[in-house]
């Protein structure tokens, strides 16, 4: 009830500003053709069976140039403006991607406990973590089922997948993204928006571009050569583009080059509607426009938010001293240029026309999602338990601690300031409000049972989180608690990371080293008792050089989302076998990062120096050792990897080499059924121009019990052997011969094969 009280009156405020703002006679000139009349209900428009074009064509015909103008921006904090008169709904939208978190306000509103309106959803992993799974059909699933929620609370749109390239580890919202490559980005990216699409719910992937920092991020200008742009972060767009034909893409709060996305001219016309033939339409980041006839000349078709809750937001001095825009395309502003001649009918026709065809290509028009429908089913959950368990990375695992045996094992001891907490996400607009959540002593104790004791101790708070636990002699007596309880268990799980406040939108991490106090609680817990786990709840690599050393087993959970504690459990007693793999590399320290000394940049500029050098292509290119390499982890089985072939083919009436098909096979020779991820990285060292050691260009999960082969196929196109040439401006491959590498990391290469391009 509360809900629908809440839309309803904002709709209502939105008709009350409209009337006040608009002047029906102001632009007779411009649009001397159209005027408010009545619609006959069999307008070209309303028929379902025509194509998209068609009816978007009619229903601009019919469209008023003050109907135009007030599309271009919310009509308040999650909806775009309806136009009544023709029937044109509002996209009614939902913050994501991990899940549907809210529409009623920003961040700090709808986090505050008992936010209205409450809507508790199903909390999914974060994005990391999902890309640590590699599995493209669960997070084609993880999109469907999300769309399913969005629509069951009668909304249309998620904002969501989030493609941004983990360049730093310090950013604050690397959780929400799928790490540092661009092929594996692309690939989770089209899986996500397939499955949000397939249900007719529009996603926005975001942001565009190069959203890498949160230090100043509306006014911070990055200086990314053209080359760096479209081989590190333009394909995850490119792709959702080309392949997934994705309905939105949400344009990012920094600027590229000297100029804000959301007015960029060679970012959203030449590069995203020109070269990649984008037909969907652009939605800024909140706050995120700087100006009228610029904005909407370069392509940018959708402000948010807007209408009241927009008005309220410009006058908090917090949102104007950190840069934040908004306002700009609002009716009155956008008449007053195309009045002057800034703004052409032509171009007001194209950003009006891109959201029009989104609203007819999803079913937005003909079937309204009018809500009604199940959250957090239990198959809902059972995505969001099989995608935190695949998340999962075995890091270390010396003398197979794990898995436990919950026949030898008589008392456990959990421990840290994520143990006893669920940490499902990072901090911000993505942070998910779920029914419940799984804290890894919870997934402990159940699945433990009555005969294994699990007990739990705090170790040392979470940083800045309770300060009754932040002084010397409590820290004391915390540490000391910890290292008992550890010293009489048969083992000792600790489990650490970061929380919302430390990692989260809007700033970023201040240090890559664990939060204050862990590293020493690890260090005495391992000294009470050398069998320790180490689990590390974060979204991004931690400094472990005080203890990996004398770590024996080591996992990764990520943010886990609402069954976190559940898949841990999972992986430690063995019922699982950890697949996870590592979507980003573990630099051992911050200063071995490429992006070290280029960032955050300085006078608000930040320069990419390390251009294309970014993770493994820069440590495995330059031979700096990272503490864990990219595609990295370990199973509680192993994997032979045999019989490599790569085949050229032509394709008729071609000359050269046109694609190659790759084979191998992969056989599970331990006595666990598991799965693994195998990963196809392509070495160019003929190019005219540096490239890196290898970058990934194909990956496939399989799954095999103990003993059981497979033939894993890989098809490859000459894409695959090209970089960005920019010379040309455009896609190159060098002939010669380049070299087929099969891997289970990019440090783990079992398989080379030759592979000769003539022409
Ligand atoms: C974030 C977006 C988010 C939007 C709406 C912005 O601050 O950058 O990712 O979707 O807010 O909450």
Redesign the pocket.
């Known amino acids: 009830m509360r809900r629908s009280r809440f839309v309803v009156s904002i709709s209502f405020f939105v008709v009350l500003l409209s009337a006040a703002t608009l002047d029906p006679t102001r632009l007779k000139a411009q649009n001397a053709g159209q005027t408010a009349a009545s619609v006959p209900a069999d307008a070209p428009y309303r028929d379902a069976r025509l194509p998209a074009e068609k009816r978007v064509a009619d229903l601009l015909s019919r469209m008023t140039v003050e109907e135009k103008a007030a599309m271009l921006s919310g009509s308040g904090w999650m909806e775009s403006a309806p136009i009544e008169r023709l029937g044109i709904p509002a996209i009614k939208m939902a913050?994501?991607p991990m899940g549907v978190r809210s529409w009623a306000g920003?961040?700090a509103i709808t986090s505050l406990p008992g936010a209205p309106p409450k809507v508790l959803t199903t909390s999914f992993p974060a994005g990391v973590a999902m890309a640590a799974t590699w599995d493209t059909d669960l997070v084609q699933r993880e999109g469907q089922t999300i769309a399913q929620e969005v629509k069951a609370l009668g909304r249309d749109m998620i904002?969501?997948p989030?493609v941004n390239i983990n360049r730093v580890p310090l950013w604050g919202r690397n959780f929400e993204g799928y790490g540092e490559d661009p092929y594996l980005a692309a690939r989770l990216g089209v899986a996500y928006i397939r499955g949000v699409q397939g249900e007719g719910v529009i996603p926005?992937i975001?942001?565009f571009d190069a959203?890498n920092e949160e230090f100043e991020r509306h006014r911070i200008d990055e200086q990314i050569d053209e080359r760096t742009l479209h081989e590190i972060y333009l394909p995850a767009f490119k792709a959702a583009v080309r392949e997934a034909g994705v309905w939105s893409v949400?344009s990012a709060?920094n600027k590229v080059n000297g100029v804000h996305c959301a007015e960029s001219v060679p970012l959203l016309h030449d590069i995203l509607q020109k070269e990649f033939g984008f037909k969907g339409f652009v939605v800024s980041?909140?706050?995120s426009t700087y100006s009228t006839a610029a904005t909407v000349n370069a392509g940018m078709d959708l402000e948010?938010p807007g209408g009241p809750p927009m008005q309220a937001w410009l006058a908090n001095p917090h949102m104007q001293s950190s840069g934040n825009g908004a306002g700009w395309l609002t009716a009155d502003k956008v008449l007053a240029e195309v009045k002057a001649g800034h703004i052409s009918e032509a171009t007001l026709d194209d950003n009006v026309g891109r959201i029009l065809r989104v609203i007819f290509v999803s079913g937005l028009f003909d079937h309204p999602h009018t809500g009604g429908g199940e959250v957090d089913t239990p198959a809902q959950r059972a995505v969001a338990l099989q995608g935190a368990t695949e998340g999962i990375v075995l890091l270390k695992n010396a003398a197979s601690l794990l898995p436990l045996d919950a026949k030898k094992i008589h008392s456990i001891a959990v421990i840290g300031p994520n143990a006893a907490v669920a940490r499902t996400g990072g901090g911000?607009?993505?942070l998910v409000r779920p029914m419940y959540a799984i804290a890894p002593l919870d997934g402990i104790r159940e699945r433990a049972g009555n005969r294994i004791a699990v007990k739990f101790a705090l170790g040392v708070g979470m940083d800045g989180e309770d300060p009754a636990v932040d002084t010397p002699a409590v820290r004391a007596g915390l540490l000391k608690e910890a290292t008992d309880l550890a010293a009489h268990a048969d083992v000792a799980v600790v489990v650490v990371g970061r929380y919302p406040k430390l990692e989260g939108?809007?700033f970023d991490v201040a240090t890559m080293d664990l939060p204050a106090g862990q590293d020493e609680l690890i260090q005495a817990v391992e000294q009470a008792n050398p069998r320790t786990i180490v689990v590390l709840n974060t979204g991004d690599p931690v400094t472990m050089s005080k203890w990996i050393g004398q770590t024996p087993a080591l996992l990764d959970m990520w943010y886990g989302g609402q069954e976190g504690g559940h898949a841990l459990a999972s992986i430690l007693f063995g019922d699982a076998n950890p697949s996870g793999k590592l979507p980003v590399s573990f630099p051992k320290e911050w200063e071995d990062s490429p992006a070290y000394g280029h960032y955050p940049g300085e006078n608000l500029k930040v320069d990419y120096a390390e251009g294309i050098y970014v993770g493994y292509r820069y440590f495995d290119t330059k031979n700096v050792e990272p503490l864990f390499p990219f595609g990295f982890g370990l199973s509680y089985t192993k994997f032979e990897y045999s019989g490599l072939t790569v085949t050229p083919y032509i394709s008729a009436g071609k000359a050269g080499l046109t694609g190659a098909v790759v084979s191998l096979k992969v056989r599970n020779a331990g006595s666990r059924a598991g799965a693994e991820v195998v990963e196809l990285y392509v070495h160019d060292g003929h190019a005219k121009i540096d490239r890196p050691a290898h970058e990934l260009k194909g990956f496939k999960r399989v799954e095999l019990k103990p003993g059981e082969s497979q033939t894993v196929a890989f098809t490859l196109g000459r894409g695959a052997l090209s970089y960005w040439s920019p010379e040309k401006n455009a896609w190159t491959a060098d002939p010669g011969t380049f070299e087929i590498q099969l891997g289970a990391s990019s440090r783990d290469i079992r398989l080379r094969a030759p592979l000769v391009l003539t022409k």
């Open positions: 913050d994501g920003s961040s904002l969501g989030t926005a975001k942001h959203n949400m709060y980041d909140w706050g948010m911000g607009s993505s939108e809007g």
